[in-house]
């Protein structure tokens, strides 16, 4: 017969003595807590070996030692206090696949992620790759082209739409982003048409409130702008456009209305190398004849000459 009681008598007393019931162990008290952040890209050829203290100056992981294998990085020195995770354990010897995400753990304390990539070589259409923490979630894709995308759009995360980025020299270029969340790197803020430098951690923040962190990796060779065009078209179908210029252009391909002006990349600026008959281009100091450099910063207003109606306003960026 129980005594319910006494029972709860003698739990109070052996609380109040420090004793506290034995709890049956579950898989949360094994399960080791993971960064929070994006994981670092390491490139490493098959046949080449990184020691991850040297190759990012952090002496905590001094004497981690990968190997790269045609499979991915076989795990050949792991130094007393350190873990590597991908979810499993690795233990020396095993193979952490190419691009897969693994944690390192110093002392059970999650120290951070790391992705191991072939070295890869950049094209037009493929010239890096994005890694996007958030909400404990980690999303990565792979990234090309020469137009603007909505990062947003292209994760599925409705809260990143309108973050609209384009490829930079050295980075990509900040066209856009929603009016909650703020881009940070090493603490500062990130303006509009400002550098998302490659291989740095890029913090989003919603006011004071750090959100997650973005990671964009450029691939060997990747293609390196040469101007930037901001385009604001008259008519309703060619509004806002952004044109990366790696070469030669026919900015008939941003507005019909515009077809056969033809402007080239140059260091400083885009040289006008014809214009149509019906369109006078009219910037700093008046009109502007074929041959003439823009230079960055400047601005260009397009007129048709019959009319004498605006056509649009092109605007000169750095690259």
């Given at each position: 017969?129980?005594?319910?009681?006494?029972?709860?008598?003698?739990?109070d007393l052996?609380?109040?003595?420090?004793?506290?019931?034995k709890?049956?162990?579950?898989?949360t008290?094994?399960?080791?807590?993971?960064?929070?952040?994006?994981p670092?890209?390491?490139?490493l050829?098959?046949?080449?070996t990184?020691?991850?203290?040297a190759?990012?100056?952090?002496?905590?992981?001094?004497?981690l030692?990968?190997?790269?294998?045609?499979e991915g990085?076989?795990?050949q020195?792991?130094?007393?206090?350190?873990a590597?995770?991908?979810?499993?354990a690795?233990?020396?010897?095993?193979?952490?696949?190419?691009d897969?995400?693994?944690?390192?753990?110093?002392q059970?304390?999650?120290?951070?992620?790391?992705?191991?990539?072939?070295?890869?070589q950049a094209?037009?259409a493929?010239?890096?790759?994005?890694f996007?923490?958030?909400d404990?979630?980690?999303?990565?894709?792979?990234?090309?082209g020469?137009?603007p995308f909505?990062?947003?759009?292209?994760?599925?995360?409705?809260v990143?739409?309108?973050?609209?980025?384009?490829?930079?020299?050295?980075?990509l270029?900040?066209?856009?982003?929603?009016?909650?969340i703020?881009l940070?790197?090493?603490?500062?803020p990130?303006?509009?048409?400002?550098?998302?430098p490659?291989?740095?951690?890029?913090q989003?923040?919603a006011?004071?409130?750090?959100l997650g962190?973005?990671?964009?990796?450029?691939?060997?060779?990747v293609?390196?702008?040469?101007?930037r065009?901001?385009?604001?078209?008259?008519?309703?179908?060619?509004?806002?456009?952004?044109?990366v210029l790696?070469?030669?252009v026919?900015?008939?391909q941003a507005d019909?209305?515009l077809e056969r002006l033809?402007?080239?990349?140059?260091p400083?600026?885009?040289r006008l190398l014809?214009?149509?008959?019906?369109?006078l281009?009219?910037?700093?100091?008046?009109?502007?004849p074929?041959?003439?450099l823009?230079a960055?910063?400047e601005?260009?207003?397009?007129?048709?000459?019959s009319s004498?109606?605006?056509?649009?306003?092109?605007?000169?960026?750095?690259p």
């Open positions: 017969m129980k005594h319910p009681k006494l029972l709860q008598g003698a739990k052996l609380g109040r003595l420090g004793w506290r019931p709890r049956s162990p579950t898989s008290d094994t399960e080791a807590p993971r960064p929070s952040g994006v670092r890209p390491l490139e050829s098959p046949g080449c990184a020691n991850l203290g190759r990012w100056g952090h002496p905590l992981l001094q004497g030692l990968l190997l790269g294998t045609p990085a076989r795990l020195q792991l130094p007393e206090g350190l590597l995770r991908a979810p499993e690795l233990g020396v010897g095993d193979i952490l696949p190419w897969e995400v693994a944690w390192v753990y110093h059970a304390r999650p120290l951070l992620g790391l992705a191991v990539v072939p070295p890869r094209t037009p493929r010239w890096g790759k994005a996007c923490a958030l404990g979630h980690l999303i990565s894709l792979e990234l090309g020469l137009k909505d990062l947003g759009r292209r994760l599925n995360l409705p990143l739409h309108n973050l609209c980025l384009a490829l930079g020299r050295g980075g270029r900040l066209l856009g982003q929603p009016a909650t703020a940070h790197v090493e603490g500062a990130i303006a509009r048409q400002g550098l998302v490659f291989g740095q951690a890029i989003l923040m006011g004071q409130k750090p962190e973005l990671l964009f990796l450029a691939f060997e060779g293609p390196e702008p040469r101007a065009l901001d385009y604001l078209g008259s008519s309703p179908e060619s509004r806002r456009q952004h044109l790696m070469q030669p026919d900015l008939g019909p209305a033809c402007l080239a990349p140059e400083g600026g885009v014809h214009s149509p008959g019906h369109l281009i009219y910037g700093l100091g008046g009109a502007r074929c041959g003439a823009a960055i910063g601005t260009l207003l397009l007129v048709e000459m004498r109606a605006c056509l649009g306003v092109l605007e000169v960026l750095e």
